[in-house]
């Protein structure tokens, strides 16, 4: 007899085919329990590298090795049974040659078993992207402001402030559709360029502080849980989860403190 799963996990095409439909809602998780409450609700669930700074404390997400994305990406995998889970390749992972990418990203695929990977850039990208659709391993670009390469930048500000840079952005988001990946961040895009980007491709594009008129959002989940000490000025905090936490741990402390804890119900006897 043989048992199957009865619940039918979101792919990236049904993410593709949202193009233009209702938007796809979609957040970040490290871990196997908020990956469970966030399968509720959302369409896909990131397994973003941006953990190395959220989770791990680094100063930005250059650090991160692969090992550590496959780790969390098998935690999130236990907890998300519905929603499609995407797997950041960490920089340094696939930059190098389409080979050095395919290798890596089928590590992530088959130790996670997750459903898609993500990569940072646009045109130049492109090759890998192509390589990597057609050995079966689905893609999400990740262009505008790329995180990755913020010592290149110089900081995480918002791209195409000038109408001189929009053709440039322009032509990553046409790179990535055109080598088939099965849909776009746009992460720190003026508005109207990320609604005219929207408009012109055929693949979903996600915005990260980047216009409502995107395909879908995406947000890292501490950041919108009002639980990382600081956040994009974008996002909004639609809970005071950090608040909560350290109320908890102070209450906590102070029972400790005052013999109050563990309560005297919830001690053991000794029985002779
Ligand atoms: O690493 C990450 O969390 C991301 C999102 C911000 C899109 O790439």
Same mark, same amino acid.
């Given at each position: 007899m043989s048992v199957q799963n009865p619940t039918k996990r979101l792919t990236a095409p049904d993410i593709s085919a949202r193009k233009g439909g209702d938007p796809i809602v979609s957040l970040t998780s490290y871990h196997a329990h908020t990956a469970a409450?966030?399968?509720?609700? #959302?369409?896909?669930?990131? #397994?973003?590298?941006s953990l190395g700074m959220v989770m791990h404390g680094f100063e930005s997400t250059l650090p991160v090795p692969l090992d550590l994305m496959i780790l969390h990406g098998r935690s999130v995998m236990r907890g998300a049974k519905r929603a499609l889970v995407v797997v950041d390749m960490p920089f340094g992972s696939y930059e190098e040659s389409p080979a050095q990418a395919f290798r890596n990203a089928a590590r992530v695929m088959k130790e996670t078993e997750c459903g898609a990977i993500k990569l940072e850039g646009g045109a130049r990208m492109a090759e890998t992207i192509r390589f990597l659709t057609e050995r079966g391993i689905p893609v999400m670009a990740h262009i505008g402001?790329?995180? +990755?390469?913020?010592?290149?930048?110089?900081?995480?500000?918002? +791209?195409?402030?000038?109408?001189?840079?929009?053709?440039?952005?322009?032509?990553?988001?046409?790179?990535?559709?055109?080598?088939?990946?099965?849909?776009? #961040?746009?992460e720190a895009i003026v508005e109207p360029l990320a609604a005219k980007i929207t408009k012109s491709v055929a693949i979903p594009t996600?915005?990260?502080?980047?216009?409502?008129?995107?395909?879908? +959002?995406?947000?890292?989940?501490?950041?919108?849980?009002?639980?990382?000490?600081? #956040?994009p000025k974008f996002v909004k905090e639609f809970g005071a989860v950090g608040k909560a936490i350290e109320n908890a741990i102070r209450s906590y402390a102070e029972d400790v403190r005052a013999r109050k804890f563990p309560m005297p119900e919830n001690t053991y006897e000794v029985k002779d």
């Open positions: 409450i966030a399968d509720k609700y #959302v369409d896909f669930i990131l #397994v973003g590298d402001l790329t995180p +990755q390469s913020i010592n290149v930048l110089g900081s995480f500000k918002t +791209q195409g402030r000038t109408r001189d840079k929009w053709a440039m952005i322009e032509d990553d988001a046409k790179a990535v559709t055109e080598a088939g990946a099965f849909s776009m #961040v746009l996600i915005g990260i502080g980047a216009s409502p008129a995107c395909d879908g +959002q995406i947000l890292v989940m501490e950041d919108m849980l009002g639980l990382s000490p600081r #956040v």
